[in-house]
């Protein structure tokens, strides 16, 4: 395919015919396609079915080591759940505390503490134009967490290494800047894997903010779509030897390894932090859903388990990815026009198409029946500083809709970029 950016405009004007021909014929089709969210499909939550009945009468309601579930306690998490989660996490069992079914509402009561008692250095409420650093494009609800705070949110873009580094150490000197969003591994919605490099610079920061921390969320961590995945540096590890164990509070969830809203989360820390964590949260909980936690176990026992249920939720996953790579690959390699990710995991690919055609390309696949994350929404406040990226999430329609799905976006993505290469003739 030949490309836009240089064509004449008579060429210009024959191509767009073309496309608006068969533009017109997709909307004839009266699509309904929804690419919008990183949802499991429901095949991939049949996978989990045995999770229902992993915890009955006649199998007991009491783990290996006699902790009775249906009871009060355990405020942190049943034992074998903070050794699982600290496999993933690559720590120890004591750093773990195991909640409810969602990271995100343990990030959001993270950052709530932080905004009423701090992190060792005073209240951050009580504190002027508290600041965090928002790696973009990034997932829109960690920005929507600090916003509803009122916490301003530094855009830093990202690199095929993760954030900007040079741009974070340089915020960090700042001393009113008291965080960091990461998605660390098949990012969201990049679905890069950070550099070795940058986890060590990460670990290394020096925030003029003593009470500075960065929120880990690595909700993709065993989420390969290959045999061969990404391997992620262990932030941690690289903390301690920075002399800065303090710095990193871990999250992530079973949320697309057995169901969405009925999973468990879990989140790790430093020992300090953890005990800090858990003299905050004994006025919380008195114990969060053990039975839930204990038929998680019974599914999910060890980590042979669960790469085995990863491995099903590939072989669902790839072919969808794969379609719409190469609907892109047909339609728009060599235009000039796009450019995108080719992730080996997580939920999203990142597009990029001409700059400030996105919201155009949005309400052209709107119209053709097709619903897509808004553009700008991977950015801080939802502004793009360039109008050109758009987050494709393949995981929830069929094989056959993705193949459709990724035709009308390509052709909408053609359109928009032809009527303002036109414009400008």
């Known amino acids: 395919m030949a490309e836009y950016l240089k064509m004449e405009a008579e060429e210009l ?28 499909n429901f095949d991939n939550m049949d996978l989990c079915d045995e ?48 909640g409810g079914n969602s990271s995100l509402s343990m990030m959001f009561d993270t950052v709530a503490q932080g905004m009423t008692h701090g992190f060792g250095e005073g209240a951050w409420g009580k504190q002027d134009n508290i600041k965090f650093i928002c790696p973009a494009p990034g997932y829109d609800r960690h920005f929507a967490v600090t916003e509803h705070f009122g916490i301003e949110l530094l855009y830093v873009p990202m690199t095929e290494n ?33 550099s070795d490099e940058t986890v060590r610079r990460m670990a290394a920061l020096k925030p003029a903010a003593k009470d500075f921390r960065i929120f880990w969320d690595n909700a993709y961590a065993v989420h390969d779509l290959y045999d061969e995945g990404d391997d992620l540096l262990n932030i941690y590890d690289e903390c301690v030897k920075a002399g800065n164990p303090d710095l990193v509070f871990m999250f992530t969830s079973t949320s697309k390894i057995t169901f969405p809203g009925a999973g468990i989360a879990a989140q790790a820390a430093s020992p300090n932090n953890i005990a800090m964590i858990k003299s905050r949260l004994q006025y919380q909980t008195i114990g969060p859903d053990k039975l839930n936690q204990l038929r ?38 060599d235009t000039g026009i796009a450019r995108w990710t080719k992730p080996r995991g997580g939920y999203f690919i990142s597009l990029y198409v001409l700059e400030g055609t996105a919201k155009r390309v949005e309400e052209l696949c709107k119209a053709a029946g097709m619903v897509l994350t808004p553009a700008g929404a991977t950015y801080p406040y939802g502004k793009d500083p360039y109008n050109s990226n758009i987050r494709i999430a393949p995981s929830f329609p069929s094989v056959e809709e993705i193949k459709k799905a990724a035709e009308v976006l390509c052709v909408a993505v053609r359109y928009a970029a032809l009527e303002k290469l036109i414009g400008k003739c």
């Open 13 to 40: 004007e024959h191509e767009f015919s073309a496309v608006r021909k068969k533009y017109n014929e997709l909307l004839s089709l009266n699509l309904s396609l929804d690419m919008s969210r990183g949802k499991p």
């Open 51 to 98: 999770v229902f009945t992993a915890v009955t009468k006649e199998s007991g309601y009491k783990t290996l080591a006699g902790v009775d579930c249906r009871n009060y306690g355990g405020m942190d998490g049943l034992p074998e759940a903070k050794a699982l989660f600290a496999e993933i996490f690559g720590v120890e069992p004591s750093q773990v505390i195991v």
């Open 162 to 194: 993760g954030p900007d580094m040079d741009m974070v150490e340089e915020l960090c000197r700042d001393a009113s800047v008291k965080g960091m969003w990461c998605v660390p591994k098949y990012s969201n919605p990049e679905g890069i894997t950070f």
């Open 296 to 333: 998680h176990l019974r599914f999910l026992p060890d980590m042979a388990a669960v790469k085995n249920q990863m491995k099903k939720h590939a072989e669902i996953l790839r072919p969808k990815f794969e379609s719409v790579l190469e609907e892109l690959e047909k339609q728009l390699f």
